[in-house]
């Protein structure tokens, strides 16, 4: 690679038509961040800003055909995943990283877009646990997921955040950011065997801001490929998404999406704060 070649990221994820989340997200977030992204479809969907309609997951074997070209012609930094579709998915993907296992990877599943989408399968859930949290150097989850992740066959009693938390890091996860929404503040702790690593309080806005885990956690990938320790990928993360959604901006009926070339607006422009305040995220712990 030539030395000014841009560190490489591969992120895996959905298609998502509105540039708000998905791969268009991560890419966006990734050269935002001095990166050059490469990406893997796991599969699409059929969406506009404020609802989606229908999820189509990709062949697995496609999947890992695509990986691994891209793995044998470029050396890749950092691996980010986001949205699979079904569990088959999800095991390609683990099948595939495995064979890096020195390169980081951020694991930011969703399972929002609708609870009539496979997306919230018990069997997507159990593979993502059993496969691919147990590779992960960071995985970016809100208190939903994690627990999910904690239990995925929902057969026994639920356990609690602290106990779903020293079930992933157990399991091999390496460190474990846990996003909490308040009514109107943001919540981020990063966790690791050794306990809690840092806490990040921050102001939310009023607006519906689609993509929000998507762009932290490609921005974090951005900032490990960049040869930063994950504390302070985090930390630097954050006030990265920040200042997107202060700029975010409503281009359809929907939700807002976080601008995240907000740097490149000139100084005398106006920006659009959606709902949001003027303070920058605050460090409650270290």
């Known amino acids: 690679m030539a030395s000014d070649t841009p560190p490489i990221v591969l992120t895996f994820g959905l298609s998502d038509p509105t540039g708000g989340a998905g791969l268009q997200a991560d890419l966006m977030t990734l050269a935002s961040m001095g990166c050059h992204g490469v990406s893997v479809l796991t599969g699409y969907t059929v969406r506009d800003s404020a609802s989606c309609d229908e999820v189509t997951g990709l062949d697995p074997e496609v999947v890992a055909t695509q990986a691994r070209m891209l793995l044998e012609d470029m050396p890749i930094a950092a691996f980010k995943v986001g949205a699979a579709t079904r569990a088959e998915v999800v095991s390609a993907i683990a099948e595939v990283v495995a064979d890096y296992d020195d390169i980081p990877l951020i694991l930011a599943p969703d399972f929002t877009l609708d609870d009539e989408h496979v997306l919230a399968a018990d069997e997507l859930r159990e593979a993502i646990a059993d496969l691919l949290a147990p590779q992960t150097t960071l995985l970016v989850a809100d208190t939903a997921a994690l627990l999910a992740l904690a239990q995925p066959d929902g057969d026994a009693e639920a356990p609690t955040l602290d106990a779903a938390i020293s079930h992933l890091l157990s399991q091999g996860c390496e460190y474990i950011l846990s996003t909490e929404t308040g009514t109107h503040r ?15 309080m921050w102001d939310r806005g009023q607006q519906r801001i689609m993509g929000i885990t998507d762009t932290l956690g490609a921005a974090i990938a951005a900032l490990l490929a960049n040869g930063q320790e994950p504390a302070e990928a985090v930390r630097e993360a954050q006030e990265y998404l920040f200042q997107a959604t202060q700029a975010a901006f409503r281009p359809g009926m929907g939700a807002y999406l976080p601008d995240r070339f ?25």
């Open 186 to 200: 943001l919540v981020n702790t990063l966790f690791s065997e050794d306990g809690q690593v840092r806490q990040d």
């Open 262 to 286: 907000f740097w490149a607006r000139s100084s005398e422009d106006e920006v659009p704060i959606a709902g949001g305040s003027d303070t920058s995220p605050g460090e409650a712990r270290h």
